[in-house]
Antibody, heavy 121, light 108 residues
Framework: QVQLVQSGAEVKKPGASVKVSCKVS????????IHWVRQVPGKGLEWMGG????????FYAQNFQGRVTMTEDTSTDIGYMELRNLRSEDTALYYC??????????????WGQGTLVTVSS | EIVLTQSPATLSLSPGERATLSCRSS??????LAWYQQKPGQAPRLLIF???NRATGIPARFSGSGSGTDFTLTISRLEPEDFAVYYC??????????FGGGTKVEIK
């Protein structure tokens, strides 16, 4: 079964960048692909972006266009999400989650444990 | 963008009672809808996919129904571990993928 382990908590200043990693085990990044979901403390789930499992193209939510880059390293089975020009409103838990590749987009199963990113001056 | 509206925002019930949660879509999503459970301090967990299919390891007391724009998650008899927040999500049209705002099932 797929297991996801994310990198540890980060504290960043406004204007900085953060890069969160998500290590896949049990499967490879040729068999699954990664999406990222954000959750502001006490609030709901917000999809940030991810890869089309049929063609590998990355898609981003409009709210993050121009500030986010998602990549997958198939040699290490690690996915990355980089968010730039951080502001205080980006303080949130960032989750990775996987979908199967080679088929139309499925639902997220499983999820990583989450990475807390705090943006504070 | 497809908007998912969940109701009620909070459901106060006792263990053993039946829980009925609603998710309404701004346009038809066929049966391309999932339900997730999130407990405090934990990541979401997939419960139901494609409207009515239980994910691996999910107890039979959880069931999903609906199609088009109206969906329901039913928990037949609430166990103590079922008190959590539940989210619906559509994959019919993306980007973006969208989630509902969540329903909190709390102990009465």
């Amino acid at each position: 079964q797929v297991q996801l382990v994310q990198s540890g908590a980060e504290v960043k200043k406004p204007g900085a960048s953060v890069k969160v990693s998500c290590k896949v085990s049990g499967y490879t990044l040729t068999e699954v692909s990664i999406h990222w979901v954000r959750q502001v403390p006490g609030k709901g789930l917000e999809w940030m972006g991810g890869f089309d499992p049929e063609n590998g193209k990355a898609f981003y939510a409009q709210n993050f266009q121009g500030r986010v880059t998602m990549t997958e390293d198939t040699s290490t089975d690690i996915g990355y999400m980089e968010l730039r020009n951080l502001r205080s409103e980006d303080t949130a838990l960032y989750y990775c989650a996987t979908v199967s590749t080679g088929v139309p987009l499925s639902f997220f199963d499983p999820w990583g444990q989450g990475t807390l990113v705090t943006v504070s001056s | 963008e497809i908007v998912l509206t969940q109701s009620p925002a909070t459901l106060s019930l006792s263990p053993g009672e039946r829980a009925t949660l609603s998710c309404r879509s701004s346009q038809s999503v066929g049966t391309y809808l999932a339900w997730y459970q999130q407990k405090p301090g934990q990541a979401p967990r997939l419960l139901i996919f494609d409207a009515s299919n239980r994910a691996t390891g999910i107890p039979a007391r959880f069931s999903g129904s609906g199609s088009g724009t109206d969906f329901t998650l039913t928990i037949s008899r609430l166990e103590p571990e079922d008190f959590a927040v539940y989210y619906c999500q559509q994959r019919f049209s993306w980007p973006p993928l969208t989630f509902g705002g969540g329903t909190k099932v709390e102990i009465k």
